[in-house]
């Protein structure tokens, strides 16, 4: 599937993580499938309790929070996003194999070269699988 999401979204994630420098930033997605697209419409910077460079986790409760507000908004959780301060935007070993919802994103946004690169991965089974990103001009 495609990941879509619009430009001020895409802004967020970046502005995020470079605010968490030197940590990972990471955070939650929120919108809706349409087809073989997934419409991110909501995207939620949270805090990195790791407060490491190279680790991330999602506070339980902050997740909790930011899924009720999607109920509450008609959207979905379609996944989560986080950064990688200095290594390329791909899956480390641990994210694999920390990752366990098949259906989820895991977008994630590298600062190691000049500009952000941000790329989407499906995890099942140990293996990650990219998946186009499609950031909207709006
Ligand atoms: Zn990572």
């Given at each position: 599937?495609?990941?879509?999401?619009?430009r001020a979204d895409y802004d967020a994630i970046v502005a995020h993580?470079?605010?968490?420098?030197p940590n990972e930033a990471c955070g939650v997605i929120g919108g809706r499938v349409e087809g073989e697209t997934k419409v991110i419409e909501k995207v939620y910077p949270l805090d990195n309790p790791d407060q490491?460079?190279?680790?991330?986790s999602i506070d339980p409760k902050s997740q909790l929070a930011a899924v009720k507000d999607?109920?509450?908004?008609?959207?979905s959780p379609l996944g989560n996003f986080?950064?990688?301060?200095?290594?390329?935007?791909?899956?480390?070993?641990?994210?694999?194999?920390?990752a366990y919802n098949p259906n989820d994103s895991y977008l994630i946004l590298s600062l190691a070269e000049e500009?952000?690169?941000?790329k989407s991965f499906r995890?099942?089974?140990?293996?990650?699988?990219?998946?186009?990103?499609c950031v909207l001009r709006v």
């Open positions: 599937m495609t990941v879509q999401l619009r993580a470079v605010r968490c420098l490491s460079p190279e680790h991330f999607m109920r509450a908004l008609g959207l986080h950064s990688h301060p200095s290594t390329p935007a791909r899956p480390s070993a641990e994210d694999i194999r920390l500009s952000p690169v941000l995890i099942a089974h140990g293996e990650a699988s990219p998946e186009p990103v």
